[in-house]
């Protein structure tokens, strides 16, 4: 079993710790912590990630890791193993209500990150440095942005077999092919050869119980597998698919859709209408594939170019 050892904390087996790792401070010198929780169990197994709030504003992500950690706490018998659960990351977003740092730049294209570099950037060298070395696998957890929602689903590069393995565990109703992204967290992961899954559920700034359910469920189903909690749930039939599309605006207008996330579309069916604010022009949004919508915007005010329905195909 390797040793764990966080700033400079030796994790023994059977040991809980709430740790807060120094990052950085407030224009005010108000200090900054990342609050990590660690639960281990006596037996050794492996070690996973779970985490939210990379984009400050994805609240939806880090009431589910926090939830988790709530359960491990309360009644969920950790087998063995060990668990990392970092609820919230991007501090600074989430005071600010924003995805962003101050400085606008996104942590999830910051990695492997500096030591010098930009405030996102450091934060990444951190989680490069001091908690990926440390873990087998996570589950990093996101939502949609801004007015829109995504129906909870995994994301997974399917030629990493490994990685979509663990995808298959989870058990979420839709597992999309998405490629590495470079600069990722979950691609940093990759290159230390540690498998990161990308839950994508909800929306930005709203909590969505049934995203939460979902994504705690599927959690629960992942370490099961892995031997390190007993079986507590059955998987959903889940469909993979090989690619995803948004259907954008023709037109300017207001946007009412009549179709309901997970649903399943048939090419050529009309999802939608764009009308004037007056009823005197009205176009119809058109399914251009058979496949199952995966994410919708709640906007209902549009401009001509903006995504619209996301649409997954088998």
Do not use: C
Request: charged share 25%; proline share 5%; net charge positive.
């Amino acid at each position: 079993m390797k040793e764990l050892i966080l700033n400079g904390v030796r994790i023994r087996p059977g040991q809980n710790l709430n740790l807060e790792l120094p990052i950085a401070k407030l224009p005010t010198h108000t200090l900054i912590d990342l609050p990590i929780f660690i639960r281990s169990a006596k037996k050794p197994g492996p070690v996973v990630l779970i985490s939210g709030g990379i984009h400050g504003d994805e609240i939806n992500g880090i009431a589910t890791a926090k939830k988790i950690l709530e359960e491990v706490d309360e009644n969920l018998d950790l087998r063995k193993g060990t668990l990392i659960i970092i609820p919230l990351v991007n501090i600074y977003g989430f005071l600010s209500n924003s995805r962003t740092f101050p400085d606008g730049r996104d942590l999830n294209r910051s990695f492997p990150g500096s030591k010098k570099g930009s405030l996102a950037s450091q934060i990444a060298y951190i989680l490069s440095n001091e908690i990926i070395p440390l873990i087998d696998y996570g589950v990093d957890f996101h939502t949609g942005g801004r007015m829109l929602t995504n129906y909870p689903q995994i994301r997974v590069d399917y030629s990493d077999q490994e990685a979509l393995d663990l995808a298959k565990s989870f058990g979420s109703r839709f597992v999309v092919n998405s490629k590495y992204i470079e600069k990722s967290f979950r691609k940093s992961a990759y290159k230390s050869n540690k498998r990161i899954l990308v839950y994508e559920g909800g929306e930005s700034m709203r909590l969505d119980e049934f995203a939460i359910d979902e994504g705690v469920q599927g959690t629960k189903r992942l370490l099961a597998s892995l031997g390190m909690i007993d079986n507590l749930s059955e998987p959903s039939h889940t469909i993979f698919l090989n690619g995803s599309d948004w259907i954008r605006a023709k037109a300017s207008g207001i946007f009412n859709s009549n179709i309901q996330l997970g649903e399943a579309v048939k090419k050529g069916q009309v999802l939608a209408k764009i009308s004037d604010p007056y009823g005197q022009v009205k176009i119809p949004v058109k399914a251009p594939s058979n496949g199952f919508v995966i994410g919708i915007n709640n906007m209902p005010v549009i401009n001509v170019g903006d995504a619209l329905i996301h649409v997954g195909k088998e």
